[in-house]
């Protein structure tokens, strides 16, 4: 009897551990021989307001090609400081921080290849873009405008991949369905939740018809608005100039600033609310601190006191709830579009929220979601670093790993770590000399600078 009962816990947990095991479907094989990735400014290795390649190399597709010994890997390279300039970090002391773009503008280094590049990432593509902008097109958005010189008139991103003949295909793409709606301010920026589904299973239609024996990994999108400095980087409430702490009301609360809160209603903003990085020189002027301290030192030496910042500068809890739900039906449709036709996908939005809780470590490196010493963000505030991007590709190897059964070694860090060694490109962005120092001196985690002059 005894071992009648022993024999039936043995198969309860045996079923259970098989019911428990996370099951991956996988089409095709983990063979980079043609490695090709779609996607937009994060997989073209877009890094503080830049396109350039100092960074291009660490796009999450070029470190995927790398770790897998993908030969060939051939990216739209552009030359120092880029397309848009580099932003550079001059000053961290003060607030808000100076940041400026490097001199000059880059220009494309091989734009003659004979074919179509391996990395057709696009800064600026939507899921339909990816499907229906060729390079033909006037240059009327960020999307065109690159679109002219990577994809080059030859077809879309998707049928430049697949004239390939690819034998592996990686996919990110649907970011700018959903971060269009914070830098603009408002939810009406979001890709309508029908237009995202046929897009989006409209691209895997023509993938796994086009490329039927190709191994194939999508990606799911980041959904939380506290992963971006963009967003988290300037308080919604009053700041003290000198002390750089919050200003306490009567009430013994912090003052909330004061913004056109939609449709002209103009009043502070409520708790759960953000104000968006660009807002941060209007403020310094002025804007969104109440009528009522225009008399009251410092602040009545500012012009704008009184003046509310534009709907455009916040989002309110309402518009960030809005946003956050439709990004959680874009994940939806990805999940479906990607399970139904044996595709697996990469965690992506639980990487950005392990870096949002602030403890995430790497070796002795605490990567975080801070602006300009957070390591993870650059200084756009919503582009990654060159660690960020790493970080990504390591997402997308994890699950290549596991669903195809592949043994591709994981990115290190470790080339992050030097003590401002002479190379050409860094985890960190360019930052002054000046502003260099004041990092070591007031934040003495961020371990690696690319110092340069200005």
């Given at each position: 009897?005894?071992?009648?009962?022993?024999?039936?816990?043995?198969?309860?947990?045996?079923?259970?551990?098989?019911?428990?095991?996370?099951?991956?479907?996988?089409?095709?094989?983990a063979d980079f021989t043609r490695?090709?990735?779609?996607g937009d400014s994060y997989g073209a290795g877009v890094e503080s307001g830049s396109l350039n390649q100092n960074h291009q190399p660490f796009s999450w597709p070029a470190v995927i090609a790398r770790q897998a010994g993908a030969p060939d890997f051939q990216q739209p390279l552009v030359s120092f400081p880029g397309i848009g300039a580099e932003l550079q970090l001059v000053d961290v002391i003060h607030f808000p921080p100076t940041i400026l773009p490097a001199p000059g503008i880059g220009q494309p280094t091989n734009l003659n290849l004979a074919r179509p590049y391996n990395n057709?990432?696009?800064p600026g593509a939507t899921v339909n873009d990816v499907i229906t902008l060729t390079g033909k097109e006037p240059p009327t958005s960020t999307a065109r405008i690159f679109a002219q010189f990577i994809l080059r008139g030859l077809g879309t991103e998707v049928d430049q991949a697949l004239a390939q003949h690819p034998t592996f295909i990686a996919v990110w793409i649907g970011g700018n369905d959903a971060l269009g709606a914070v830098l603009a301010g408002t939810p009406a920026?979001?890709?309508?939740?029908?237009?995202?589904?046929?897009?989006?299973?409209?691209?895997?239609?023509?993938?796994?018809?086009?490329?039927?024996?190709?191994?194939?990994v999508v990606a799911n999108i980041p959904n939380n608005i506290l992963a971006l400095p963009y967003a988290t980087a300037v308080p919604p409430v009053l700041i003290d100039p000198a002390t750089q702490k919050p200003v306490i009301g009567p009430d013994?609360?912090?003052?909330?600033?004061?913004?056109d809160l939609g449709g002209g209603n103009v009043g502070q903003l409520p708790p759960g609310s953000f104000v968006l990085l660009p807002a941060a020189a209007k403020i310094a002027t002025g804007y969104g601190i109440?009528?009522?301290?225009?008399?009251?030192?410092?602040?009545?030496?500012?012009?704008?006191?009184?003046?509310?910042?534009?709907?455009?500068?916040?989002?309110?809890?309402?518009?960030v709830a809005a946003i956050v739900q439709r990004v959680n039906d874009f994940n939806d449709v990805i999940n479906q579009a990607a399970s139904s036709r044996d595709i697996p996908v990469a965690d992506t939005k639980a990487l950005f929220d392990r870096v949002t809780t602030g403890k995430y470590f790497v070796g002795p490196m605490n990567i975080t979601?801070?602006?300009?010493?957070?390591?993870?963000?650059?200084?756009?505030?919503?582009?990654?670093?060159?660690?960020?991007?790493?970080?990504?590709?390591?997402?997308?190897?994890?699950?290549?790993?596991?669903a195809y059964k592949a043994a591709i070694p994981l990115a290190s860090l470790s080339q992050f770590l030097?003590?401002?060694?002479p190379v050409t490109s860094m985890g960190m962005p360019d930052v002054s000399p000046e502003a260099a120092q004041q990092i070591l001196m007031f934040a003495p985690r961020v371990r690696r600078l690319r110092v340069v002059a200005h």
């Open positions: 009897m005894m071992r009648i009962r022993s024999l039936t816990r043995f198969v309860a947990v045996l079923v259970a551990a098989v019911v428990a095991a996370p099951v991956f479907a996988a089409r095709g094989t490695f090709v990735a779609i057709l990432s696009v920026a979001l890709t309508p939740l029908d237009a995202f589904k046929t897009s989006y299973n409209s691209m895997l239609d023509k993938l796994t018809a086009g490329a039927p024996g190709a191994g194939i013994g609360k912090p003052i909330f600033l004061v913004a109440p009528s009522v301290l225009a008399s009251i030192p410092p602040f009545n030496q500012l012009p704008n006191v009184g003046k509310p910042l534009s709907d455009t500068d916040v989002l309110t809890p309402t518009e979601a801070s602006f300009i010493t957070g390591g993870f963000f650059s200084f756009d505030g919503f582009h990654l670093t060159d660690i960020g991007y790493t970080l990504s590709a390591d997402e997308y190897i994890k699950t290549i790993n596991s030097q003590n401002n060694a």
